[in-house]
T-cell receptor, first 114, second 112 residues
Framework: EAAVTQSPRSKVAVTGGKVTLSCHQT?????MYWYRQDTGHGLRLIHY???????EKGDIPDGYKASRPSQENFSLILELASLSQTAVYFC?????????????FGPGTRLLVL | AQSVTQPDARVTVSEGASLQLRCKYS??????LFWYVQYPRQGLQLLLK??????VVQGVNSFEAEFSKSNSSFHLQKASVHWSDSAVYFC??????????FGTGTKLQVVP
Protein backbone atom coordinates (compact mmCIF):
# COMPACT_ATOMS: atom_id res chain seq x y z
CA GLU A 1 0.00 0.00 0.00
CA ALA A 2 1.38 3.36 -1.05
CA ALA A 3 2.00 5.64 1.91
CA VAL A 4 2.47 9.38 2.16
CA THR A 5 2.65 11.02 5.56
CA GLN A 6 2.64 14.70 6.44
CA SER A 7 3.68 16.62 9.52
CA PRO A 8 2.36 18.50 11.28
CA ARG A 9 -1.29 17.66 10.66
CA SER A 10 -2.28 21.13 11.75
CA LYS A 11 -0.45 24.31 12.62
CA VAL A 12 -1.17 27.83 13.75
CA ALA A 13 1.43 30.36 12.61
CA VAL A 14 1.89 34.09 13.03
CA THR A 15 2.08 36.50 10.13
CA GLY A 16 5.69 37.00 9.11
CA GLY A 17 6.87 33.82 10.75
CA LYS A 18 8.56 30.89 9.07
CA VAL A 19 6.62 27.69 8.50
CA THR A 20 7.96 24.34 7.33
CA LEU A 21 5.65 21.55 6.25
CA SER A 22 7.13 18.10 5.86
CA CYS A 23 6.20 15.16 3.68
CA HIS A 24 7.57 11.62 3.72
CA GLN A 25 6.76 8.81 1.29
CA THR A 26 7.59 5.13 1.42
CA UNK A 27 6.43 4.40 -2.13
CA UNK A 28 9.87 4.59 -3.71
CA UNK A 29 8.37 7.19 -6.05
CA UNK A 30 10.45 9.67 -7.99
CA UNK A 31 7.84 12.43 -8.22
CA MET A 32 6.53 14.42 -5.28
CA TYR A 33 4.12 17.37 -5.21
CA TRP A 34 2.81 20.09 -2.93
CA TYR A 35 -0.76 21.39 -3.43
CA ARG A 36 -2.90 23.83 -1.56
CA GLN A 37 -6.63 23.42 -1.27
CA ASP A 38 -8.98 26.36 -0.88
CA THR A 39 -12.73 26.35 -1.01
CA GLY A 40 -13.84 27.12 -4.53
CA HIS A 41 -10.41 26.52 -6.05
CA GLY A 42 -9.90 22.81 -5.76
CA LEU A 43 -6.25 21.80 -5.59
CA ARG A 44 -3.55 23.99 -7.04
CA LEU A 45 0.04 22.88 -7.57
CA ILE A 46 2.70 24.89 -5.72
CA HIS A 47 5.93 22.99 -6.37
CA TYR A 48 6.92 19.55 -7.50
CA UNK A 49 10.08 17.49 -7.79
CA UNK A 50 11.13 14.54 -9.91
CA UNK A 51 14.54 13.92 -8.35
CA UNK A 52 16.32 14.62 -5.10
CA UNK A 53 17.98 18.03 -4.77
CA UNK A 54 15.82 19.51 -7.51
CA UNK A 55 12.45 21.25 -7.45
CA GLU A 56 10.17 22.79 -10.06
CA LYS A 57 7.55 25.53 -9.89
CA GLY A 58 3.90 24.72 -10.28
CA ASP A 59 1.01 27.07 -10.92
CA ILE A 60 1.24 29.14 -7.72
CA PRO A 61 4.84 29.14 -6.41
CA ASP A 62 5.00 32.74 -5.16
CA GLY A 63 5.61 32.92 -1.42
CA TYR A 64 6.69 29.29 -1.19
CA LYS A 65 9.97 27.42 -1.40
CA ALA A 66 10.44 23.69 -1.66
CA SER A 67 13.23 21.34 -0.69
CA ARG A 68 13.82 17.71 -1.72
CA PRO A 69 16.81 16.48 0.30
CA SER A 70 16.15 12.81 -0.49
CA GLN A 71 13.83 10.68 -2.58
CA GLU A 72 11.60 10.10 0.44
CA ASN A 73 11.30 13.63 1.80
CA PHE A 74 9.85 16.83 0.37
CA SER A 75 9.34 20.02 2.39
CA LEU A 76 7.35 23.16 1.74
CA ILE A 77 8.70 26.34 3.29
CA LEU A 78 6.87 29.58 3.90
CA GLU A 79 9.63 32.06 4.76
CA LEU A 80 7.25 34.89 5.65
CA ALA A 81 3.82 33.46 6.31
CA SER A 82 0.87 35.63 5.31
CA LEU A 83 -2.85 35.53 6.04
CA SER A 84 -3.54 34.51 2.44
CA GLN A 85 -1.58 31.31 2.96
CA THR A 86 -4.18 29.92 5.33
CA ALA A 87 -5.26 26.72 3.58
CA VAL A 88 -5.01 22.95 3.63
CA TYR A 89 -1.79 21.66 2.12
CA PHE A 90 -1.47 18.25 0.51
CA CYS A 91 1.61 16.33 -0.45
CA UNK A 92 1.47 13.61 -3.09
CA UNK A 93 3.81 11.21 -4.84
CA UNK A 94 3.77 9.38 -8.16
CA UNK A 95 5.90 6.80 -9.87
CA UNK A 96 7.85 6.48 -13.09
CA UNK A 97 4.90 7.69 -15.16
CA UNK A 98 5.65 11.01 -13.58
CA UNK A 99 3.10 13.73 -13.93
CA UNK A 100 0.85 11.40 -15.91
CA UNK A 101 0.82 8.68 -13.32
CA UNK A 102 -1.62 8.11 -10.47
CA UNK A 103 -0.83 10.34 -7.51
CA UNK A 104 -0.98 9.12 -3.91
CA PHE A 105 -1.91 11.79 -1.42
CA GLY A 106 -1.08 12.41 2.19
CA PRO A 107 -3.80 13.31 4.73
CA GLY A 108 -3.12 17.03 4.53
CA THR A 109 -1.89 19.79 6.85
CA ARG A 110 -4.28 22.50 8.00
CA LEU A 111 -2.41 25.78 8.28
CA LEU A 112 -3.93 28.80 9.95
CA VAL A 113 -1.97 32.03 9.73
CA LEU A 114 -3.00 34.70 12.22
CA ALA B 1 -6.57 27.32 -21.30
CA GLN B 2 -6.19 23.69 -20.31
CA SER B 3 -8.64 23.10 -17.51
CA VAL B 4 -11.51 21.10 -16.11
CA THR B 5 -14.84 22.46 -14.97
CA GLN B 6 -17.12 20.80 -12.46
CA PRO B 7 -20.30 22.83 -12.77
CA ASP B 8 -22.03 21.45 -9.68
CA ALA B 9 -20.54 22.48 -6.35
CA ARG B 10 -23.02 20.32 -4.43
CA VAL B 11 -25.17 17.35 -5.36
CA THR B 12 -27.69 15.63 -3.11
CA VAL B 13 -29.10 12.22 -3.98
CA SER B 14 -31.15 9.65 -2.15
CA GLU B 15 -29.56 6.41 -1.06
CA GLY B 16 -30.08 3.76 -3.73
CA ALA B 17 -30.56 6.32 -6.49
CA SER B 18 -28.29 6.67 -9.50
CA LEU B 19 -25.63 9.35 -9.65
CA GLN B 20 -23.93 11.44 -12.28
CA LEU B 21 -21.25 13.99 -11.46
CA ARG B 22 -20.32 16.22 -14.34
CA CYS B 23 -16.86 17.13 -15.60
CA LYS B 24 -16.08 19.16 -18.70
CA TYR B 25 -12.56 19.68 -19.94
CA SER B 26 -10.88 22.20 -22.14
CA UNK B 27 -8.01 20.81 -24.19
CA UNK B 28 -7.42 20.51 -27.92
CA UNK B 29 -6.21 16.90 -27.89
CA UNK B 30 -7.25 13.88 -25.87
CA UNK B 31 -6.02 14.36 -22.34
CA UNK B 32 -5.35 12.02 -19.48
CA LEU B 33 -8.40 12.23 -17.21
CA PHE B 34 -8.87 11.20 -13.60
CA TRP B 35 -11.55 11.11 -10.94
CA TYR B 36 -10.53 11.29 -7.28
CA VAL B 37 -12.57 11.10 -4.08
CA GLN B 38 -11.82 12.93 -0.85
CA TYR B 39 -13.39 11.77 2.38
CA PRO B 40 -13.50 14.18 5.33
CA ARG B 41 -10.08 15.03 6.77
CA GLN B 42 -8.32 12.78 4.27
CA GLY B 43 -6.25 13.13 1.14
CA LEU B 44 -7.52 12.34 -2.33
CA GLN B 45 -7.84 8.76 -3.51
CA LEU B 46 -8.01 7.63 -7.13
CA LEU B 47 -11.36 6.30 -8.34
CA LEU B 48 -10.52 5.77 -11.99
CA LYS B 49 -8.49 7.10 -14.89
CA UNK B 50 -8.72 7.32 -18.66
CA UNK B 51 -5.82 7.38 -21.05
CA UNK B 52 -7.25 5.98 -24.31
CA UNK B 53 -9.33 3.14 -25.73
CA UNK B 54 -12.77 2.16 -24.44
CA UNK B 55 -14.51 5.40 -23.50
CA VAL B 56 -16.24 3.75 -20.54
CA VAL B 57 -13.86 3.26 -17.67
CA GLN B 58 -14.57 1.13 -14.63
CA GLY B 59 -13.27 2.21 -11.25
CA VAL B 60 -13.33 1.20 -7.64
CA ASN B 61 -16.48 0.79 -5.61
CA SER B 62 -18.70 0.38 -8.74
CA PHE B 63 -17.99 3.84 -10.09
CA GLU B 64 -17.55 4.31 -13.82
CA ALA B 65 -16.95 7.26 -16.10
CA GLU B 66 -17.57 7.88 -19.76
CA PHE B 67 -15.22 9.89 -21.93
CA SER B 68 -16.81 11.90 -24.73
CA LYS B 69 -14.53 13.70 -27.14
CA SER B 70 -17.43 15.34 -28.95
CA ASN B 71 -18.77 16.80 -25.70
CA SER B 72 -15.38 17.32 -24.02
CA SER B 73 -16.74 15.55 -21.01
CA PHE B 74 -15.79 12.85 -18.53
CA HIS B 75 -18.82 12.33 -16.31
CA LEU B 76 -18.71 10.05 -13.27
CA GLN B 77 -21.59 7.65 -12.72
CA LYS B 78 -22.82 5.10 -10.24
CA ALA B 79 -25.95 3.00 -10.56
CA SER B 80 -26.89 2.95 -6.86
CA VAL B 81 -25.28 5.17 -4.23
CA HIS B 82 -24.69 4.34 -0.59
CA TRP B 83 -24.46 6.74 2.34
CA SER B 84 -20.73 5.99 2.52
CA ASP B 85 -20.30 7.59 -0.92
CA SER B 86 -20.81 11.01 0.67
CA ALA B 87 -17.57 12.85 -0.05
CA VAL B 88 -16.01 15.44 -2.34
CA TYR B 89 -15.22 14.28 -5.87
CA PHE B 90 -12.56 15.86 -8.04
CA CYS B 91 -12.05 15.59 -11.76
CA UNK B 92 -8.49 16.14 -13.01
CA UNK B 93 -6.86 16.65 -16.38
CA UNK B 94 -3.30 16.15 -17.50
CA UNK B 95 -2.50 17.94 -20.72
CA UNK B 96 0.36 16.28 -22.57
CA UNK B 97 3.76 17.00 -21.06
CA UNK B 98 2.52 18.90 -18.04
CA UNK B 99 1.00 18.14 -14.67
CA UNK B 100 -2.45 17.51 -13.25
CA UNK B 101 -4.99 20.29 -13.12
CA PHE B 102 -7.90 19.73 -10.77
CA GLY B 103 -11.48 20.91 -10.92
CA THR B 104 -13.05 22.71 -8.00
CA GLY B 105 -14.77 19.58 -6.75
CA THR B 106 -18.35 18.42 -6.25
CA LYS B 107 -19.57 17.70 -2.75
CA LEU B 108 -21.89 14.70 -2.78
CA GLN B 109 -24.39 14.21 0.00
CA VAL B 110 -26.32 10.95 0.10
CA VAL B 111 -29.52 11.21 2.14
CA PRO B 112 -31.77 8.44 3.48
Amino acid sequence: EAAVTQSPRSKVAVTGGKVTLSCHQTNNHDYMYWYRQDTGHGLRLIHYSYVADSTEKGDIPDGYKASRPSQENFSLILELASLSQTAVYFCASSGLGGNQDTQYFGPGTRLLVL
Amino acid sequence: AQSVTQPDARVTVSEGASLQLRCKYSYSATPYLFWYVQYPRQGLQLLLKYYSGDPVVQGVNSFEAEFSKSNSSFHLQKASVHWSDSAVYFCALIPSGTYQRFGTGTKLQVVP
